[in-house]
């Protein structure tokens, strides 16, 4: 092609790409800690965090390293915590008792981050029943062993209830129950906390991703979720799920998984006015480290890579078991 130079004037891309210096002055894309929401597990009955196999790095905390690894995520400058109980297999039963108990270990929880960060930091909780039932399943079975519905909505206002008592300043319904953002909203409203925030699981699939998180959470699932969770086939399922959610009183909404529905979270940016959030969830975690641990990637920059996309398809937060790690590096 020659030089180039004649055949091309101007047309030299490359120049904004010559060092760290411009690439950093000119990227499209940032990362703020702030934007960075890291999920916590807290196990009932332990006195030491026990390792979740399948994340390596990752545990089921005891409360009080639950406490600690809270402070150290504020102190980082991580937006927000997302708190999921796993409570003893004893005390799980077919309505999920201990997700509606006060002193249930999610409650317990709640309580313990709040007076450990108080306002420091985003003290969200998961408002779903499949940690806390001996099915594993996110509501209410009905007598054919589906799970009803309505019912389910029943056990979710109790839940937003116990957990704004417990002071959690935003509530996360992710069981893809019909009407379940209407239903917590009047809830909160009427127990006054109409000053608790609902992030709204609004695009949830039925995704094989998730499998690593069963185990973070003591699973009992039995079959699966494809009759409440979103179909992968689907994309306009999704946007009349998130008009069903803003017009119930979303604050905030969801897609999970994120990297394989990128093109999801894009439409969803692109069509509403509150902010976004995407789940880096278990399963895009551990096939990272899993791969690193192996040499195969890089393992540092693999992580930041894809954080970088989900943000630049348009989430406004996102929730990912590096959220610590990562706020420190960029801070």
């Given at each position: 092609?020659?030089?180039?130079?004649?055949?091309?004037?101007g047309?030299?891309?490359?120049?904004?790409?010559?060092?760290?210096?411009?690439?950093?002055?000119?990227?499209?894309?940032?990362?703020?800690?702030?934007?960075?929401?890291?999920?916590?597990?807290?196990?009932?009955?332990?006195?030491?965090?026990?390792?979740?196999?399948?994340m390596?790095g990752?545990?089921?905390?005891?409360?009080d390293?639950?406490?600690?690894?809270?402070?150290e995520?504020?102190?980082a400058g991580?937006?927000?915590?997302?708190?999921?109980?796993?409570?003893?297999d004893?005390?799980?039963?077919?309505?999920?008792?201990?997700?509606t108990?006060?002193?249930g270990?999610?409650?317990?929880?709640?309580?313990?981050?709040?007076?450990?960060?108080g306002?420091?930091?985003?003290?969200?909780?998961?408002l779903?029943?499949?940690?806390?039932?001996?099915h594993?399943?996110?509501?209410v079975l009905?007598?054919?062993g589906?799970?009803?519905?309505?019912?389910?909505?029943?056990?979710?206002?109790?839940?937003?209830?116990?957990?704004?008592?417990?002071?959690?300043?935003?509530?996360?319904?992710?069981?893809?129950?019909?009407?379940?953002?209407r239903?917590?909203r009047?809830?909160?409203d009427g127990?006054?906390?109409?000053?608790?925030?609902?992030?709204?699981?609004?695009?949830?699939?039925?995704?094989?991703?998730?499998?690593?998180?069963?185990?973070?959470?003591?699973s009992?699932?039995?079959?699966?979720?494809?009759?409440?969770?979103?179909?992968?086939?689907?994309?306009r399922?999704?946007?009349?799920?998130?008009?069903?959610?803003?017009?119930e009183?979303?604050?905030m909404?969801?897609?999970?998984?994120?990297?394989?529905y990128?093109?999801?979270?894009?439409?969803?940016?692109?069509s509403?006015?509150?902010?976004?959030?995407a789940?880096?969830?278990?399963?895009?975690?551990?096939?990272?480290?899993?791969?690193?641990?192996?040499?195969?990637?890089?393992?540092?920059?693999?992580i930041?890579?894809?954080?970088t996309?989900?943000?630049?398809?348009?989430?406004?937060?996102?929730?990912?078991?590096?959220?610590?790690?990562?706020?420190?590096?960029?801070?």
């Amino acid at each position: 092609m020659g030089s180039g130079y004649g055949e091309f004037p101007g047309a030299r891309p490359r120049r904004l790409r010559v060092g760290p210096a411009m690439r950093r002055m000119v990227a499209e894309t940032r990362l703020h800690p702030a934007e960075l929401i890291l999920p916590m597990f807290v196990r009932e009955g332990v006195s030491e965090p026990v390792p979740i196999s399948a994340m390596p790095g990752v545990v089921q905390h005891s409360r009080d390293t639950l406490r600690k690894a809270a402070a150290e995520a504020a102190e980082a400058g991580v937006g927000g915590l997302m708190l999921f109980g796993v409570p003893e297999d004893a005390k799980k039963d077919a309505v999920g008792t201990p997700g509606t108990d006060p002193d249930g270990i999610l409650q317990v929880a709640i309580r313990d981050v709040i007076s450990e960060v108080g306002d420091a930091i985003v003290v969200m909780s998961d408002l779903c029943l499949d940690e806390h039932t001996d099915h594993g399943h996110c509501g209410v079975l009905d007598a054919a062993g589906r799970v009803d519905n309505d019912a389910t909505l029943l056990r979710y206002a109790e839940m937003a209830r116990v957990q704004a008592d417990a002071g959690a300043h935003v509530v996360g319904p992710s069981g893809m129950m019909d009407g379940q953002v209407r239903v917590i909203r009047e809830a909160l409203d009427g127990a006054g906390y109409q000053d608790v925030s609902i992030l709204a699981y609004t695009a949830k699939y039925a995704s094989a991703f998730y499998g690593p998180f069963r185990e973070a959470v003591g699973s009992s699932l039995q079959g699966d979720r494809k009759t409440y969770q979103q179909d992968p086939a689907n994309l306009r399922e999704s946007m009349r799920e998130l008009a069903l959610d803003l017009a119930e009183g979303a604050d905030m909404v969801m897609v999970k998984p994120a990297m394989p529905y990128l093109d999801v979270l894009a439409k969803v940016a692109e069509s509403v006015d509150v902010p976004v959030a995407a789940y880096q969830i278990s399963g895009e975690y551990s096939m990272i480290e899993a791969a690193a641990a192996n040499g195969w990637i890089d393992r540092d920059r693999a992580i930041m890579e894809t954080l970088t996309g989900i943000r630049r398809a348009g989430a406004n937060m996102i929730l990912t078991y590096w959220a610590t790690e990562v706020a420190r590096r960029l801070g």
